[in-house]
């Protein structure tokens, strides 16, 4: 039963009830409704852009007082690598004579410029008349841009295999401007039949000419015995 003191609009045989209420701002586009105007024609006349448009800007202020807190990770920059390569070889000349020759199973590229080898490395050093001269492995290698630097980690050896000398370390950089290698890790040297132990070392980079800051002791080696 209608009341006499409201207002209807029928439609099609409905009935929908019309409403008095002032307009309160221009962003609230679907509660403009004038005095005396049926719910159904105002909407209807509504303008699809202008819906779509208000229909976000309320779904967007749904999102914010819905009071949850926002997860910032997802905005942080991207670190990760930026390329990937497999079974890598990187040449470096020295006067168009190729000195030195890195090769890797794996080589992780980032924006900065930076390389990283996660599943090892090797470098091999020529001479003049590129005879290999020394040898260089690692676990795992990594390339700095800025300073252009090699490191190697975990177990890292060098043999010079003009000399017969053997280094072993967990830690060991190349820097191939000054061509030269050194450590502040603990370090293990072979020369022939003797071992020296100590800790921090700098050599040139085909390990001839080396010193050894902190000897711990030296032994000569047993039989079966090397690195």
């Known amino acids: 039963m209608l009341d006499r003191g409201d207002s ?3 439609y099609k045989g409905l009935i929908f009830p019309t409403y008095k209420i002032k307009r309160q701002s221009k962003k609230a586009a679907f509660f403009y409704v004038l005095d005396d105007l049926p ?9 699809l852009k202008g819906s779509i448009k208000y229909v976000i800007q309320l779904l967007l202020l749904g999102i914010l007082s819905c009071g ?13 690598p930026v390329g990937l390569a497999f079974d890598v070889e990187l040449f470096h000349s020295d006067s168009t004579i ?10 992780m590229e980032f924006a900065t410029g930076d390389l990283e080898f996660p599943e090892g490395i090797d470098i091999s050093f020529f001479d003049k ?7 260089m492995r690692a676990d795992k290698g990594f390339f700095d841009k800025t300073k252009n630097i090699y490191r190697g980690e975990g177990d890292v ?10 280094l072993s370390s967990e830690e060991l950089f190349w820097d191939p401007n000054a061509k030269k290698i050194y450590t502040e890790k603990f370090v293990t040297i072979q020369e022939k039949e003797t071992i020296f132990n100590g800790t921090g070392m700098e050599s040139d980079d085909r390990f001839s ?4 800051f902190k000897v711990t002791n030296s032994r000569t080696i047993l039989p079966g015995e090397g690195i």
């Open 157 to 166: 050896r060098v043999h010079n295999t003009e000399k017969d000398q053997k």
């Open 39 to 47: 719910i159904f024609p105002i909407f209807a006349a509504m303008s």
């Open 209 to 212: 000419e080396y010193k050894l």
């Open 98 to 107: 190729i000195r030195t020759h890195v090769k890797a199973k794996k080589q």
């Open 68 to 80: 949850e807190e926002v997860d910032t990770s997802i905005l942080e920059t991207y670190k990760g």
């Open 129 to 135: 008349e590129g005879n290999t001269t020394t040898t």
């Open 8 to 10: 209807y609009f029928g």
